[in-house]
């Protein structure tokens, strides 16, 4: 069956997201930045924000009583961390590519409200999607099927017709597993020769 629709993920597959070197240069004296990281961004509070449970402010608070750093730091953190978010190598392009090629583009991503609102304000890409899945709207994480199956039904898509597009490996076999294609992306480069194969591109 015929390829017809591309859905992307945003994080390291639009955008970069790397917080550790965000942590590694804001907080130099710190003895395991990874230890540090994975306490702010894969903690429970982490994952209520993409969740929507919680307002980006209301985790300030919480980071700071948890983590004993000052209120203002974890803010300024955060400030860095969407000022991070810079375009990948290629992806933009590639992204405009089939935008201009007319293929319908949609998205599913894990995140935060204010991330989001960043992201829009900075960029244009979200204009070029028929639609969006939002995690910090929707309330369902990958690779939870709910949240493949809440674009399929919001947007009339065949999965046999749709390939997904995900960094993280088991964000693809969620989206497999609900009858997608995918595509684990390392690179725009390999990305491309990915959709090559679907014949969504031939260059």
């Known amino acids: 069956m015929k390829i017809k629709n591309v859905v992307f993920d945003v994080g390291n597959v639009l955008v970069r997201w790397v917080p550790q070197d ?3 240069a804001f907080f130099p004296q710190e003895k395991s930045p990874q230890d540090l990281t994975a306490k702010i961004f894969k903690s429970p509070l982490w994952y209520d924000l993409n ?9 300030l608070k919480m980071y700071s009583q948890q983590l004993a750093i000052p209120e203002l730091k974890i803010e300024e953190l955060m400030i860095a961390i969407k000022e991070s978010l810079v375009p990948l190598e290629g992806s933009f392009e590639l992204l405009d590519e089939l935008y201009a090629k007319g293929i319908p583009l949609y998205s599913i991503t894990d995140n935060v409200n204010e991330i989001v609102a960043f992201l829009k304000a900075r960029y244009n890409f979200f204009n070029k999607f028929l639609g969006v899945v939002i995690s910090s709207e929707l309330g369902v994480l990958k690779p939870s099927p709910l949240i493949y199956k809440h674009l399929i039904d919001s947007y009339h898509l065949i999965p046999e017709e749709t390939v997904f597009i995900d960094d993280l490996l088991r964000n ?3 989206a497999q597993d609900v009858g997608f294609h995918g595509i684990h992306f390392t690179d725009a480069a390999q990305c491309r020769q990915e959709l090559r194969k679907f014949s969504i591109l031939t260059t």
């Open 51 to 59: 969740l929507g449970k919680l307002t980006e402010k209301e985790a």
């Open 22 to 24: 965000v942590v590694s």
């Open 172 to 174: 693809v076999q969620g």
